[in-house]
Nanobody, 125 residues
């Protein structure tokens, strides 16, 4: 069972930046995908960005393109989400998740099976 722990959330003003970290352990394969998802109150969980562990291929939802950057450090088993130019609509609980089949291009909550506990990101205006 893959174990994931998110960190780095917090309160930031409009236009500010945060970097989220997802520390992972317990992988059973060298080929997997890690994704960042978010869920705001009353809304469905949304795939924000996903990355392939092997070649670093990435996916971004349109609303964060040009503002967020996903990256990985395989030596540390850690995936990061650098979030710049934050907006109030980015406010949500952010989760990282893992897919054993490396389906980063789907970046859908229904595909990813192992989840972290989440970290709150709040952007004030």
């Amino acid at each position: 069972q893959v174990h994931l722990v998110e960190s780095g959330g917090g309160l930031v003003q409009l236009g500010g930046s945060l970097r989220l970290s997802c520390a992972a352990s317990g992988f059973t394969s060298d080929h997997y995908a890690i994704g960042w998802f978010r869920q705001a109150p009353g809304k469905e969980r949304e795939g924000v960005s996903c990355i392939n562990s092997s070649d670093g291929s990435t996916y971004y939802v349109d609303s964060v393109k040009g503002r967020f950057t996903i990256s990985r450090d395989n030596a540390k088993n850690t995936v990061y989400l650098q979030m710049n130019s934050l907006k109030p609509e980015d406010t949500a609980v952010y989760y990282c998740a893992e897919d054993d089949w490396a389906r980063y291009y789907y970046c859908s909550a229904s595909v990813f099976g192992s989840w972290g506990q989440g970290t709150q990101v709040t952007v004030s205006s």
